[in-house]
């Protein structure tokens, strides 16, 4: 009885082992399951983040070709404001000579047209005199003629000493 005993106890361990054996294998079959659902889920959020990724990337190449399109726009707007700059030295250029010269002219000008007010003057100095001396003479004719009115009144005599003395003038 003592073998039958020591059998049944060596087939009750290895029964015990297969037992074991099962649970672990379902153990490692959940374990599998586990990680291969956690491996499913890893590999979306991998594909997920390299659509994200993509679409970024995509977004960064557009963004780049605007920028290079902005960049393109910036070099030619800079050409052409080189080009205007350029351009307005050279107006300006032309225009400080042009005002130079304007400037000689004006200033010549103005010389001339003091040259002729001083003429002026001058003339107009000499026309007064000359208005006062023919004033002068005027009014010694008026006096000359009040005289002679009181003095030849009513003849004729006035009339010709008067015309005698206009002759004179």
């Known amino acids: 009885s003592s073998g039958i005993n020591a059998e049944y106890g060596e087939f009750q361990t290895i029964q015990d082992n297969f037992k074991q054996i099962n649970l672990s294998r379902y153990t490692m079959a959940d374990d599998i399951k586990c990680m291969t659902d956690s491996r499913m889920k890893a590999m979306e959020i991998i594909k997920q983040k390299m659509l994200e990724m993509k679409n970024q990337n995509e977004?960064?190449?557009?963004?780049?070709?605007?920028?290079?399109?902005?960049?393109?726009?910036?070099?030619?707007?800079?050409?052409?404001?080189?080009?205007?700059?350029?351009n307005l030295s050279k107006r300006i250029k032309d225009m400080e000579e042009t005002s130079g010269t304007i400037q000689d002219e004006?200033?010549?000008?103005?010389?001339?047209?003091?040259?002729?007010?001083?003429?002026?003057?001058?003339?107009?100095?000499n026309s007064e005199r000359q208005v006062i001396f023919l004033l002068k003479k005027v009014q010694e004719q008026e006096d000359m003629i009040t005289k002679y009115m009181t003095d030849y009144k009513g003849t004729g005599q006035f009339i010709d000493d008067s015309m005698n003395e206009l002759l004179d003038i």
Do not use: F, P
Request: glycine share 2%; no cysteine; hydrophobic share 40%.
């Open 59 to 86: 977004a960064l190449i557009a963004e780049n070709a605007e920028l290079k399109d902005r960049t393109q726009t910036l070099g030619k707007n800079y050409e052409e404001m080189i080009i205007e700059n350029e």
């Open 106 to 125: 004006l200033m010549s000008r103005v010389n001339i047209l003091k040259e002729d007010l001083h003429d002026a003057d001058r003339r107009a100095d």
